[in-house]
């Protein structure tokens, strides 16, 4: 096992990242938010783009988890925009990302072999390099795993996949992760959904290695969003 992927055994991620539609774009921004997640005793931090990761790089001494998102106009259930390239994953590796994630879900638009592909031209161009596969099944957890290209699992995109949505669980998919555990060997990151301490709970009962928080630390507008919610139905009942 790479020892930046030891770091991360039982520990918690922190993913900084925020949109141009949002207050909190921009570099100097993420950065600012790394060093509030590592002062709060982050194990890891998952940051989008190239000079995203450069700036938490800067700020932080902490495995930093890169991803490239390019979005299309496509429907974001069936578009892969999570460094779906050589090139994205290109551009975050020499930003300086300890660990890379990337989609490594199966799709229609883009099927299994094209996937390996990917996996097995990342591997030989940096080897040194581990790799984290954001996935949604438990059948692709293990077609990955058979590739030997990647070193950790990730439950990332679990009910946000069109062959996924109807089963989309309120917070994390737990049984998926009890799958992986049984099937897999590698480790299991357990991401997405998670809200509450009782969540983070549920996923470690569940077998995760790791967990990988975002919404719920780094995004003020949902977090707000979800108390006045509560809120209006408090008075609206």
Known sequence: MHKIV?????????????????????????????????????????????????????ACDIPVIGINKKFGDGDPLDEIFITPSFESAKEVI?????????????????????????????REAYPE??????????EEAIKVEKTGCIDIIS????????????????????ELIKEIKKACTLPVNAEGR??????LKLALEAGADMISIGSAVS???????????????????
């Open 155 to 174: 439950t990332t995109l679990a009910g946000y996949t069109r062959n996924t949505c109807a089963g989309k669980t309120e917070g994390p998919d737990t």
């Open 194 to 199: 998670i809200w509450e301490l009782k969540d």
């Open 6 to 58: 030891e770091k991360l055994l039982n520990g918690v991620v922190i993913s900084c990242q925020a949109y141009e539609d949002t207050p909190l774009y921009g570099s100097q921004y993420m950065a600012a938010m790394a060093k509030c997640a590592q002062m709060g005793g982050a194990d890891g931090l998952r940051a989008c783009w190239p000079q995203d990761i450069r700036a938490v790089k800067e």
């Open 129 to 138: 390099v581990p790799v984290m596969a954001d996935l949604a099944t438990l």
């Open 219 to 237: 995004r003020p507008h949902l977090i707000t969003e979800r108390f006045v919610d509560c809120n209006k139905k408090y008075y609206n009942r």
């Open 94 to 122: 020499e930003a300086g990302c300890d660990i890379l994630a990337l989609d490594c879900t199966i799709r229609d638009s883009r099927p299994f072999e094209e996937l390996e592909e990917l996996l097995h031209q990342i």
